[in-house]
């Protein structure tokens, strides 16, 4: 297990995960799963494991397998269910080059995350903070100031809604359906 004090490079790393508790006494970790395939977790490098405290360290996965909503992940160096607890709240990532290609018009979460959210006639509604996946689609959590107060907007990800996904401008069009116009 390595150690270091940032993710370097972070560019080139994607958010696949984030260790939500742990399983039985043996260090097996209950993990939220951003990524579509177990295989996203089987790279010859390993994963960066960012942990709460902010640290991060390599680690590589020994065991993978689907548990209901949630993987079960046994890690080199995790052995008994103490270590294991240490890592709740990490964030897991990946080097982006061990990730298939993504088909036209879809998206990294972790490329999404930041992008500054405007509406149809260029108002600003703030900016993607999360992504929340649900069974149909995915829901973008867009947080922006109003009236002095943080207001938060739920946007459905799908075609009629996400008009335009500019990376490079780091922007997002949105057209709210009616009662989500506004924050």
């Known amino acids: 297990m390595k150690s270091s004090n940032s ?49 991060v360290r390599s680690m590589a996965v020994e ?19 103490t270590q ?32 500054r959210v405007y509406d149809t006639t260029g108002a600003h509604l703030g900016q993607l903070e999360e992504v929340i996946p649900t069974p149909g689609n995915d829901i973008y959590v867009v947080r922006g100031r109003q009236d002095g107060q943080t207001r938060e907007m739920l946007i459905p990800a799908i075609g009629d809604v996400v008009l335009k996904i500019d990376l490079d401008g780091k922007t997002m069009i949105v057209d709210p359906p009616e009662g989500l116009y506004r924050l």
């Open 84 to 115: 294991a607890e240490s890592l709740i709240g990490s964030t897991l990532f990946v080097n982006k080059a061990c990730l298939p290609p993504l088909e036209e018009d879809t998206y990294y979460w972790s490329d999404l995350v930041g992008l």
């Open 63 to 81: 065991r993978v397998q689907t548990h209901g909503r949630v993987l079960l992940m046994t890690l080199d160096g995790v052995a008994d269910r």
């Open 7 to 55: 993710l370097n490079n972070r560019a080139n790393l994607v958010m696949v995960g984030r260790v939500v508790g742990v399983h039985g006494i043996r260090g097996s970790l209950k993990v939220n799963s951003y990524a579509d395939s177990l295989s996203v977790y089987e790279a010859e490098e390993g994963i960066r494991v960012a942990l709460p405290d902010g640290s």
